[in-house]
């Protein structure tokens, strides 16, 4: 049960070799600064504008700007920027340039929040204003055609990050165009590289950020593309790198695996094509209902990326099915990254006007194009036994799993290295794992640092505490899933006088 499958994408996903290969190579001999003008500058320069040419084939884009960057946040922020101040000097000018600026209601939050915020420090006064989507996720098109006369920017992402929507950018640019809206446009591309084909320069689409990480290039390595002749102004100012458009050294490391990735799309031998992750998400679907009767799907399928399902199992929380999945080696979250830590409902699903219900059981399961047969068998496979498992009953307060629910307190809970050195020291000490019923069902039985762990769920330990204590009590070290219930009993135990009752931080996600 210890390999892990990663079904995540949408959050991140794995550095393909070739690319970790691509930025060790980068870091190790072509290592130069391309602003240099000796032959070692030169190579890397050479470098740096072959990955761009390629980036440029890929994404439709022989004409307009394309920098390399941080990241889509920092191509939002640009963008955004860029617009904003464009709009700025045209009134300036006495041109009209709309003042209303529309965020779909389903954008990544670094878009409204990077509008709300230019628009405050420059002192505009756009009036913002959200595009609602319908019941499919989709934008609602004669709520923008009514607004597009007066929009000075407008941004609807290309898919969406927790649902896999995928928007109608046709359709949006049809009603900008019937409008003659004087709308900049811009459009996440973040979730669709890869996933959807790319015609940028033949869209009237004025800003397209991306970013490497969402396609198995590294975290930290970004581009930005900017229309021929759409107004642009520089983020990052300073040696005048990438033409100006975005100072600071270039992250070389970064470009040469985005490089290799975006060389392995343009081939076409590296991922699985539309049709392929097709017929794995049909698998995926099968697998899901057959396991979970009555799961209901958040999007519709015909609408959405062949890499993206958010579901919703009726009376199981997110969190139940998380740690579920989780304790079966299977990786999943309940909506974006960004909001993991917050326990707050996604407002992607809410805008969507999903029942509550739906929204507050909603698990996102997403895949990259480079998932293999052996892991797809795997998570069939693992699938079936979640849904076993969710036929034991639920211990109460099984979930509520997030870190730091019990005080901190150095000698009651051991980081990894210190648990070893602890059971070491202990050699008659029980290992009590305190994860919920079904999470032993689909985990069976686990080791710590080689010693085996008893099961009792966390709603159990006061059933047991009275053997555990008294004059001779074995010293205790309670595991979980990422170390908050086990930190309770520890502290429920030394609560109850037992002198040597710890827990392991972090739990098994650090072990
Ligand atoms: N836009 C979308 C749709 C995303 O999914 C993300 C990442 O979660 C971002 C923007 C931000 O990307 P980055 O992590 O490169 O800043």
Not at 242 to 265: F, P
Not at 358 to 365: D, E, P, T
Not at 408 to 419: F, G, K, R, T, Y
Not at 478 to 484: N, Q, T
Request: aromatic share 4%; charged share 20%.
């Amino acid at each position: 049960m210890t390999t892990e499958i990663y079904l995540d994408a949408n959050a991140t996903s794995p550095v393909l070799p070739a690319a970790a290969a691509a930025a060790m190579a980068a870091m190790q001999d072509c290592f130069g600064n391309p602003s240099s003008s000796h032959a070692s500058g030169l190579r890397a320069r050479a470098l740096r504008e072959g990955v761009r040419a390629c980036a440029r084939r890929v994404l439709g884009a022989p004409a307009g700007r394309l920098m390399f960057n941080s990241g889509a946040t920092e191509g939002i922020q640009t963008a955004v920027l860029s617009a904003l101040c464009a709009v700025r000097e045209r009134r300036a000018r006495g041109e009209a340039c709309g003042d209303v600026a529309l965020v779909g209601a389903t954008e990544h939050k670094a878009v409204s929040e990077s509008l709300a915020h230019w628009n405050r420090l420059l002192g505009l006064g756009l009036e913002l204003r959200v595009l609602p989507v319908d019941r499919d996720g989709r934008h609602r098109l004669e709520v923008l055609g009514a607004l597009a006369p007066r929009l000075a920017f407008v941004a609807t992402m290309a898919a969406n990050n927790e649902t896999g929507v995928v928007s109608d950018l046709e359709g949006i640019a049809a009603v900008l165009a019937q409008t003659a809206s004087p709308a900049l446009w811009m459009v996440d591309c973040v979730q669709a590289l890869g996933k959807l084909p790319l015609a940028l320069g033949a869209s009237r689409i004025d800003y397209a950020p991306f970013s490497g990480h969402k396609l198995h290039a590294p975290k930290g390595i970004g581009m930005l593309y900017v229309r021929a002749g759409a107004p642009f102004t520089p983020l990052m100012c300073g040696g005048g790198q990438e033409d100006g458009q975005r100072s600071g050294t270039e992250n070389m490391a970064g470009i040469a695996a985005l490089g290799a990735v975006l060389a392995a799309l343009e081939r076409g031998d590296t991922f699985l094509g539309t049709d392929a992750l097709h017929a794995c998400r049909a698998r995926l679907v099968d697998a899901l209902s057959r396991a979970f009767p009555g799961i209901v799907f958040n999007a519709p399928l015909a609408h959405t990326l062949p890499t993206t399902l958010n579901f919703a199992v009726p009376e199981v929380s997110s969190a139940e099915l998380l740690d579920l999945f989780d304790a079966a080696g299977m990786r999943v979250s309940a909506g974006s990254a960004c909001a993991a830590s917050r326990a707050a409902p996604s407002y992607v699903l809410d805008a969507m006007g999903v029942p509550a219900w739906q929204s507050a059981s909603a698990v996102r399961l997403s895949i990259g194009p480079l998932l293999d047969d052996a892991a797809l068998d795997l998570a069939y496979e693992r699938i079936a036994r979640c849904g076993a498992a969710l036929a034991l009953p639920a211990s109460p307060g099984a979930t509520g799993s997030a870190p730091g629910d019990a005080a901190h307190n150095a000698d009651l809970e051991l980081d990894a290295a210190s648990a070893r050195g602890w059971l070491a020291a202990h050699p008659d000490a029980i290992v009590v794992d305190v994860r919920d019923a079904r999470e032993h069902s689909v985990a069976g039985r686990v080791e710590v640092h080689g010693r085996a762990a008893l099961n009792v769920p966390l709603a159990r330990v006061a059933e047991h505490a009275a053997a555990w204590l008294g004059a001779d009590a074995r010293p205790l070290l309670f595991v979980c899933r990422s170390g908050a219930r086990s930190a309770r009993a520890a502290l429920a135990l030394r609560a109850l006088g037992h002198p040597r009752a710890c827990s392991l931080a972090g739990g098994f996600a650090l072990a």
